[in-house]
C-alpha cells in the first residue's frame, strides 16, 4: 500500500501558560516512500501526556528537546504497520514507540519500537497502564517507595493514568492508601473500584491547611510514602503529614506545568529533615532496564482482573489537542487516548 500522505498536528507558537486550541493545527505533510530499514507505520492510538507541555518551552533545558514549530508533534502511539523494509517487523505488526502520536501516517526507523501483544490486553492500554505511565508508576512504587505491609501511602492525582496504578500497587503491597483527586466521581471511583482507603477531592480544600487538616485525619499514623504528582498545596501537605523515616517520589508537578512565573517552593520543607525523609526525583527512562519486571508484574494482575483502570477516548486526529488540554483541567478520567483511526484486525 502507498501513503503519500498524512494529516498531523503542529504547533503554531509556543505558548505562555495554558495552550488554547488555536495553538495547534492539523496539516497535511508529504510522506516519502520507507527507505531501507524503514517502515511505513498507520497511528491507531495516540496518548497525550503532561511531559509535553514541557516541550512546548524552548527555553527550558529539559531531559527531552522542545518540540520544533516545523515539524510535526510526536509522542507515544500504537500503530499498525503498513508495510516494511526493517528485518525486525512485518506488514501487519502492531507497535507501540514514541513516534507515531499527532499523525495519522508516518515512515519509521523503527528505533524505540516494540511490537505489541494485541490479544493480551486492548491496544490502547499500551499507552496507559501497560505503557508508560503504567512503568512510572510500578517504578515509583517498587523502586523508590517500597511500601511496606501496614504503611500510609499518599497518592496525589490518583485518578489519573500514573495515579490509579499507584494506589493499587500499593494496595497490592499491603499498604493503607490515601488518595487525592479533583472530582466526586473520580474519588468515588477510586474507593469503590481502585479499592483505595480514603479518597479526598481536593477541589473542596481552599488551601494547604484545609489538606492539610483532612489528610491528617486520612491518616492519623502519617505519611510513610508520598508519591507526588502535583505539587503546589498537595506538596505542602504531605511534608506536614509526612512521618518519621518517610520517603517520597516526585514523578510529577502538573500543577504548575502552565505558570508563567517561578512557583515559591512549600515553606515547611524543613521537614524533610527532622523526620528523616528521602525524597527521589525521577524520570521513567532511567528504570528502562527493568521494563520487563514490571511487565511481569503487572500484566498479570491486569489480565485477572485485579488492576482496574479507565480511559478518556477522544475520536480522530483533529480532536487531539482538546485530549491534551483536558489534561490541565481535570476533564480526562485515567489515560486520555485518542483513537486515529481503526484496529482493522
Ligand atoms: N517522571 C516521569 O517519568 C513521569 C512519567 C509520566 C508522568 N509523569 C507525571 O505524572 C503526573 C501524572 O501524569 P499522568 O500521565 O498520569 O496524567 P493524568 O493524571 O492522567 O492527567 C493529569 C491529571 O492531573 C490532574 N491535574 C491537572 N491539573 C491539576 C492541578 N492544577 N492540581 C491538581 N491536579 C491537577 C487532573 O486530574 P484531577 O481531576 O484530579 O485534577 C488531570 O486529569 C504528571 O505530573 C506527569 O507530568 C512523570
Redesign the pocket.
Known sequence: MSVQTSKAVFLNAYPNGLPELSSFEVKDIDLPEPGEGEMLCRTVWMSV???MRGRMNPHVKSYIPPFSLEKPLEGGAVSEVVASNNPAFSAGDYVVDFLGGWKEYYISKGERTQKVDPDLAPLSAYLGVLG??GM?AWAGVTQILKPKEGETVFV??A?????SLVCQLSKSKGARVVAS???AA?CEWLEKEAGVDVALN?KSYKNAGELTKALAEAAPKGVNCYFE??G?M?LEAALNCIALGGRIAL?????QYNNQKPEPGPSNLVNLIGRGVMARG????EFMDKAMEFFAEVAPLLAQGKIKFQESVYEGLDAAPEAFLG????E?F???VIRVGPDRR
Open positions: 501526556d503532561p511531559y508508560m505511565p512510572t496525589s492525582g485518578a489519573g493514568a500514573v495515579g483527586a479533583g472530582s473520580k481536593y504528582n502535583v503546589g498537595h514523578c510529577g508537578m502538573i500543577a525521577f524520570i521513567v527512562s489534561l490541565f483541567k481535570g480526562n485515567g489515560k486520555a
